[in-house]
């Protein structure tokens, strides 16, 4: 279908005035860098397998309530009849049996399993979630302030150094556990959609840093190039050039850093669960699990094993694919 | 291939795990350590409060003991000490005016430590009381101890400067809970407070405008222990304090360690009941609860001669239980802290709501929460069995998992809305609550409180929850020390309340004064007939459990035994095999 | 020759100063472009040469207003362009085109030639009657490429028909006026005969006139009507081409022709040997600017500017105080070495 470059020149120069042309006949379709790069990704053994493995838990995630359902346990059901006096699970291995797969939590009794469905929806949306958001705002910031220079660089830079130079966990520390009393009264729930938007947010103040420069460095070198000066000299205005010129150019950069933001999410709302500001009880959370846990190491094992093998298998498969990404994007082929 | 590696080596780590919990749990037997019924006794014969103090079988002296805790004990000096860990630490550097015999089995004995006896009612009207100081008492340097240095340091515990200690004293010598505003410490070192006085250097007065027939038990805290005016460095005390006990403090490294030497000046003869085994004993601070117990638990070098202060956490329970090696090493045992879920009756008004969420409270369940039966203990009194005189009794029995059917009964339909509030460290508790309560009807509003603010923020009269969990160990056995203090609706201030449940009833409150001023050996079966008609008449709060302790040492301590005044090991007659 | 009434584009002391800045003070300027005079009628192509560094690509750049002038004027179809916002450029931008040196560059490697070409079209919202598609193919088979590959990337076409494509999107809006801006310098030798011969086609079946902007004389020479010699920002000799080639009077001028290899001259072509380099256009030499490599130069020379006027009453103008006046080959005086 396609000519090699050399004989597709060869041909033209030779006949300048090529067969005339059906207006209506559809032209041979080339492939995009696009499609190049969807093709040399299809290629790579890994990048497939960590693709099915987060589509699998995507999948499992969203259809928490209908799993639920399906499995006879809710996430907050307690089944303290089946722990021992100390509060641990009576039976094999933490309690697993046919009607509990991954067994019982100690103390409350609470079904691991559906638990931890539950807490990967929790995790990937407010993950995706605060990417989405990141990714956003650094790419608008880092386009403005590529693309115009001058103070508004200066501005923009100004404010990311700042942002950057906050100190992310201190700041975390001190505002969320106060923002819910700024909302909601002395007697009122500070319902758990409030808590995601507030971790969501916190993420969005720090993170949209490392996609704002990434992207300005990005917008600072292709300015300069004579396709720009091209559209510019044609009459086109600032929405034409960051959108319809530059923004194409910048997907690669842009998707990769979004495949990456993905898991630091998944690991950092984990991190501040773990440090008690992230998502309360009862709301079921991965990092909550794996800190309530680990002092059960030596007791039961299981109630450790199954959040931490969950959450380093759902990181490690979107890691391998934002790497495979960045490989299948190699800018030197889009020549 | 990179996959089939990673694979390959997540399947090995998956099956040691696995391996590791192999084994079937088939449930406990529901032992939950000794069982001790309480009991007291103030021994009036002078022979009792004489010293040696008995040997303990299999004793030597010699060695180093130690004592490993995760953050450093807040108090040592003696007027300021009011935790746990300080009250069973101060009697190694400090002795107090009287203090009580204890093996550990519940049976307490209250003797004169530095005085001759408990103290004698001069009037028979427990306003008045005297007590005679033994000859032969010294201070780590030699000096002798007279009633002028006792009264010196009860003076002191007036300095608001010197803030910590329990007020028993200073409040009923000024006759006002805001004891600091009626006599001035730092401007009258030289003076005593009202009430105080030392007739002769061997008689230590006490006047009192009401009448106060715990005395004698009141005077075993520590801020009776003796201090001379010119060994008093104010704040710096804390660091340093000035022993007239069998150790004296020879080095305090904050945050890393405590290190206690004899006191050569100490007279066995004169104490009824310490003892110095160990020539050396040392706090190790820095270690947490799991990392203390495992380092006690493989027993290895210094860690034999020690003891893990913060106890067997309940994640490790199920390890130590099962261990029959541990058995020996092991120290279990009820303590006087209670835990209730106090209900604010100043909001929830309605008696059948209290009453029903007595009868709806699954106790089993929240035992199992909060760490299962090696950590507490269901109870359904308003005051722990260590209390002298406790009867065992239900003012709604639900049985241990609760009776949700009855309460919704009580309810008639009701859907009350209850905002709990709960410390921010324990999360898990709220929610074992909310699920039990919902069941019975109700509706359960979560909120969560730093866990350094909750005791102020309950304190407060105009707080805005309506139930949260309280705890509460009396600082002596007795019902003077919990009733009145939790039930006493006089004493409702605008902060700092002990009455957490706002409640105030005439008629209740009349008891109180009737009971204390009976003399101390006849009140606690009154008390205990009030503690039943509280729960009846008033149902205040739904009580909970009793907090168990369960303790590990090294293989070579001994003499560790759980304190039956408070509940934590005491280390009196601690010592090493040689 | 149209009369000099009728020309298309007027240029007049055009100046492009960049400021040198140190911190923020400003610290001299690079004088690139330092008064330029010159004009273009309907139709006709004036080839602007000089050495790089010389400022012809910043001429051209604010030509289309891609760069802002620093003094001077430039009037398109009569009406002053200047300094001219972008809304009234808008009808401009129709009117004059600009074609870029680098093919690889010059093309957004994300979108498929069809929506190149027609970029133009779109960014001022024209419809061509047929629909722009119609427009597109129409515009691919002018340039000499398969209007079928319309759904084609960049990538996957060689140098020369990429600088077709940027052509073609330069035709789009149907200007009267093309700068070429070193069209055919990154093309190998072969291709740049095919582009320039397009060129030439085109200019003559649509009558456009273009600015064209080389180093390369012997491409200029195929190409153009009228060439401009410049030098460190100044046009030092304009003319028809003939007059140019044959009888070039500045020595600037001599010494570039004498530097075109000739494969059809045998033995040595008596080449102009320039020694030293250019100078600095931070700090121009005073006088005339040529003269520190200039073997005729004199003290008149430092200190008297030379006026780019007619020298021998005829069109051609040159901006020296000794100009040659014999045909090229011809050397009137010895060739002297110029210590910098």
Same mark, same amino acid.
């Given at each position: ?335 | ?578 | 020759?149209?009369? @000099? &009434?009728?020309? +298309?584009?007027?240029?007049? /002391?055009?100046? *492009?100063?960049?400021?040198? =800045?140190?911190?923020? $003070? ?17 139709? @006709? &192509?004036?080839? +602007?040469?000089?050495?790089? /560094?010389?400022? *012809?690509?910043?001429?051209? =750049?604010?030509?289309? $207003? ?275």
């Amino acid at each position: 279908m396609s000519l090699s470059p050399v004989e597709g020149a060869a041909r033209a120069e030779m006949e300048p005035a090529a067969d005339p042309v059906k207006p209506d006949e559809q032209g041979i379709v080339g492939r995009s860098p696009g499609q190049l790069a969807w093709a040399r990704l299809r290629r790579d053994r890994t990048a497939m397998v960590s693709g099915v493995v987060l589509v699998l838990f995507v999948v499992l995630a969203l259809a928490a309530p209908l799993i639920a359902k399906l499995y006879g346990v809710g996430p907050n059901e307690q089944f303290q009849q089946l722990l021992d006096g100390n509060g641990m699970p009576l039976g094999y291995v933490g309690g697993i049996t046919g009607d509990h797969w991954f067994g019982l939590e100690p103390r409350l009794g609470r079904d691991i399993f559906i638990r931890m469905i539950y807490g990967m929806r929790t995790s990937l949306f407010i993950a995706f979630a605060a990417a989405l958001v990141t990714t956003a705002i650094g790419v608008a910031a880092g386009i403005l302030a590529g693309f115009l220079g001058g103070i508004v660089d200066t501005v923009i830079s100004w404010i990311t150094d700042v942002a950057l130079a906050l100190p992310f966990l201190i700041f975390a520390l001190a505002v969320v556990p106060t923002v819910g009393l700024r909302f909601y009264g002395p007697r009122e729930e500070v319902p758990p959609a409030f808590q995601v938007i507030v971790l969501i947010g916190i993420f969005a103040a720090f993170g949209w840093t490392s996609t704002a420069r990434l992207v300005r460095g990005q917008v600072i070198s292709l300015r300069e190039r004579e396709f720009v000066e091209a559209a510019r000299a044609s009459g086109a205005g600032l929405g034409h050039m960051l959108f319809r010129q530059l923004l194409p150019n910048l997907w690669a950069p842009i998707l990769v850093a979004f495949s990456l933001a993905v898991p630091s999410y998944i690991t950092g709302e984990a991190a501040l669960s773990f440090l008690g500001i992230g998502i309360l009880e009862p709301t079921a959370d991965f990092g909550r699990m794996i800190f309530q846990s680990i002092p059960y190491l030596q007791t039961d094992p299981a109630y450790v094993f199954f959040p931490g093998v969950t959450i380093f298998i759902l990181v490690l498969a979107f890691n391998l694919l934002g790497d495979a990404l960045r490989d299948a994007l190699d800018p030197k082929s889009s020549r | 291939m990179r996959l089939k590696r990673a694979a390959a080596t997540g399947g090995a780590l998956a099956l040691l795990v696995v391996m590791g919990a192999c084994s079937e749990n088939k449930g406990t037997d529901g032992d939950s350590g000794e069982n001790r019924v309480q009991s007291g006794s103030i021994a009036t014969d002078p022979k009792d409060s004489m010293g040696p103090a008995a040997e303990v079988a299999g004793a030597a002296k010699g060695g180093t003991f130690r004592v490993i805790r995760e953050t450093k004990i807040s108090h040592l000096d003696p007027q300021r000490v009011y935790s746990f860990a300080g009250l069973m630490n101060a009697p190694l550097y400090s002795r107090f005016l009287t203090t009580f015999k204890d093996d550990g089995s519940g049976k307490v004995t209250l003797v004169g430590d530095l005085a001759e006896t408990p103290g004698t009612d001069v009037n028979k009207d427990c306003k008045v009381w005297e007590f005679k100081i033994k000859d032969g008492v010294k201070f780590e340097d030699g000096s002798a101890i007279t009633s002028k240095e006792i009264a010196y340091g009860i003076a002191r515990s007036f300095d608001p400067d010197l803030t910590g200690g329990p007020t028993y004293l200073q409040e009923w010598l000024a006759n006002d809970p805001q004891y600091d505003t009626k006599w001035n410490f730092k401007a009258n070192k030289t003076a005593l407070p009202p009430g105080l006085t030392t007739p002769d250097a061997k008689t230590l007065k006490f006047e009192f405008a009401k009448p106060h027939c715990d005395l004698p038990f009141a005077a075993s805290l520590p801020y009776t222990a003796p201090l001379k005016a010119d060994k008093d460095t104010g704040v710096n005390l804390d660091n340093r304090p000035f022993s007239s006990g069998p150790y004296k403090i020879t080095k305090n490294t904050a945050g890393v360690e405590l290190v206690m030497e004899r006191n050569e000046n100490w007279d066995p003869k004169t104490d009824p009941v310490r003892h110095a085994y160990p020539d050396k004993i040392v706090w190790n601070y820095g270690p947490d609860a799991e990392a203390g117990a495992n380092r006690v638990i493989s027993d290895n070098g210094d860690d034999q001669a020690a003891l893990a202060w913060n106890g067997v956490p309940s994640a490790l329970v199920a390890r130590v239980t099962g261990d029959a090696s541990l058995k020996d090493r092991s120290v279990r045992g009820q303590t006087p802290s209670l835990w209730r879920l106090t209900i604010n009756t100043q909001r929830v008004t309605d008696l059948s709501v209290r009453q029903a969420l007595n009868y709806a409270i699954d106790r089993d369940g929240f035992v199992k929460a909060y760490g299962g039966e090696a950590s507490a203990k269901a109870v359904t009194t308003l005051m722990p069995p260590s209390t002298i005189g406790w009867e065992s009794y239900d003012a709604y029995p639900a049985g241990p998992s609760g009776n949700v059917e009855k309460a919704k009964e009580l309810l008639a339909g009701k859907t009350p809305e209850l905002v709990l509030g709960i410390s921010d460290d324990s999360p898990e508790l709220a929610t074992q609550l909310k699920t039990n309560l919902e069941k019975a009807g109700f509706k359960i509003t979560v909120k969560t409180i730093p866990t350094d603010a909750k005791l102020d923020e309950v304190g407060k009269k105009n707080n805005p929850y309506d139930l949260w969990t309280d705890q509460w160990a009396a600082d002596w056995p007795s019902g003077a020390a919990i009733l009145p203090v939790l039930f006493d609706g006089r004493s409702i201030k605008a902060e700092n309340n002990s009455n957490t449940s706002y409640v105030n009833s005439d008629e209740i409150n009349k008891e109180f004064d009737r009971i204390l001023a009976m003399p101390a050996g006849d009140q606690g079966k009154e008390w205990a007939k009030l503690d039943k008609r509280i729960m009846t008449e008033l149902a205040p709060a739904v009580p909970l459990f009793v907090e168990q302790g369960y303790y590990l040492h090294g293989s070579k301590v001994g003499g560790i035994y759980l304190s039956s005044i408070f509940g934590y090991p005491a280390l009196t007659n601690a010592y090493v095999k040689q | 020759m149209s009369t @000099e &009434t009728e020309s +298309l584009l007027r240029v007049r /002391g055009l100046t *492009k100063h960049f400021p040198v =800045r140190e911190g923020f $003070r400003a610290r001299g300027a690079v004088r690139a472009v330092d008064g330029l005079d010159f004009d273009v009628r309907p139709g @006709e &192509t004036l080839g +602007l040469v000089g050495e790089s /560094g010389c400022g *012809k690509t910043t001429t051209g =750049r604010m030509l289309v $207003r891609l760069l802002e002038p620093t003094s001077g004027t430039i009037e398109f179809a009569g009406r002053d362009i200047t300094h001219a916002r972008r809304g009234a450029l808008r009808p401009l931008r129709q009117d004059l085109q600009i074609i870029f040196q680098d093919p690889y560059a010059s093309l957004n490697p994300r979108h498929t030639v069809g929506r190149i070409v027609a970029m133009p079209l779109q960014v001022n919202g024209i419809n061509p009657p047929g629909g722009i598609r119609k427009r597109v193919q129409e515009l691919l088979e002018l340039v000499g490429l398969n209007p079928e590959h319309y759904n084609r990337y960049p990538h996957e076409f060689s140098g020369g028909q990429r600088q077709r494509i940027g052509i073609a999107r330069a035709l789009a809006l149907r200007p009267k006026l093309i700068v070429a801006d070193e069209p055919v310098s990154a093309l190998d030798v072969s291709i740049q005969a095919q582009v320039i011969n397009l060129l030439r086609d085109l200019q003559r079946d649509l009558d456009l006139a273009f600015v064209f902007i080389a180093h390369d004389l012997a491409v200029v020479r195929h190409f153009c009507h009228r060439v401009a010699v410049m030098y460190l920002g100044k046009i030092v000799e304009i003319g028809d081409r003939d007059d140019i080639y044959q009888r070039p009077q500045h020595p600037y001028t001599r010494a570039l022709l004498s530097a075109i290899p000739d494969v059809t001259a045998l033995g040595p072509a008596g080449r102009i040997r320039l020694t030293g380099d250019v100078p600095t256009p931070l700090n121009p030499p005073s006088g005339c600017r040529f003269r520190t490599r200039c073997w005729k130069a004199q003290e008149r020379c430092a200190t008297e500017e030379p006026a780019l006027v007619p020298r021998d009453g005829g069109a051609q103008l040159a901006a020296c105080h000794y100009p040659e006046n014999g045909p090229i080959g011809v050397v009137t005086s010895e060739p002297v070495e110029v210590s910098q």
